[in-house]
């Protein structure tokens, strides 16, 4: 019983330290207010409950037919937090794009992101490690891919704020 809850305290303590959100570049462009970004989300290197992507589509069959909800939830919550000065969206010709790469989503939908800001060559002008939506619980309500949704979009508002704190410093 001691060893499993050590055990327990120890990936409590890895969670919470690879969960710490890090900005590791910041050089965004001055004059980014009323521009629209593209926005991207990317699950090709995510974990989701310890599968990878085409894996957990053959497990959970609805996950195709589920992920452009949880990208639009994504966007939705992102948006909502950026406010009207900024926004982000479907904007394939835009100058910058907003790319969201998924790195782990467990069972409870919680998600952890990297996010970079890119310019028309692809150039990071922004990084953030380890994006999430708050504090995972230790138990989720609903369905898997209804717990997704919801961690989407808290995940996306938290990016939001992040980015329009950031985008007001210029």
């Given at each position: 019983m001691k060893?499993?809850?050590?055990v327990?305290l120890?990936f409590a303590?890895?969670?919470?330290?690879?969960?710490a959100?890090?900005v590791?570049?910041?050089?965004?462009p001055?004059?980014?207010?009323?521009?629209?970004m593209?926005?991207?989300?990317?699950f090709?290197?995510?974990?989701?409950?310890?599968?990878s992507e085409?894996?957990?589509?053959k497990?959970?069959?609805?996950?195709?037919?589920?992920?452009?909800?949880?990208?639009?939830n994504?966007?939705?919550?992102?948006n909502?937090?950026?406010?009207?000065?900024?926004g982000?969206?479907?904007?394939?010709?835009a100058k910058y794009?907003?790319k969201?790469?998924?790195?782990?989503?467990?069972?409870t939908?919680?998600?952890?992101?990297?996010?970079?800001?890119l310019d028309e060559?692809?150039?990071?002008?922004?990084?953030l490690?380890h994006?999430?939506g708050g504090k995972?619980?230790?138990?989720?309500?609903g369905?898997?891919l209804?717990?997704?949704?919801?961690?989407?979009?808290?995940?996306?508002k938290?990016?939001g704020?992040?980015?329009?704190?950031?985008?007001?410093?210029?």
């Open positions: 060893k499993f809850i050590i327990q120890l303590c890895f969670v919470v330290s690879m969960t959100q890090t590791t570049k910041n050089e965004l001055k004059g980014l207010q009323n521009v629209r593209n926005f991207e989300v990317d090709s290197q995510a974990l989701i409950l310890g599968m085409s894996d957990f589509g497990y959970e069959q609805d996950w195709y037919e589920d992920k452009p909800a949880i990208v639009r994504f966007k939705a919550g992102t909502v937090a950026l406010g009207k000065s900024y982000v969206g479907d904007y394939k010709d794009v907003v969201v790469i998924v790195n782990t989503i467990t069972d939908g919680f998600m952890i992101c990297d996010v970079d800001i060559g692809e150039n990071v002008l922004f990084h490690d994006l999430t995972e619980p230790s138990f989720g309500i369905t898997k209804a717990r997704m949704k919801v961690w989407a979009t808290l995940t996306g938290n990016l704020k992040i980015l329009k704190k950031e985008l007001s410093k210029k």
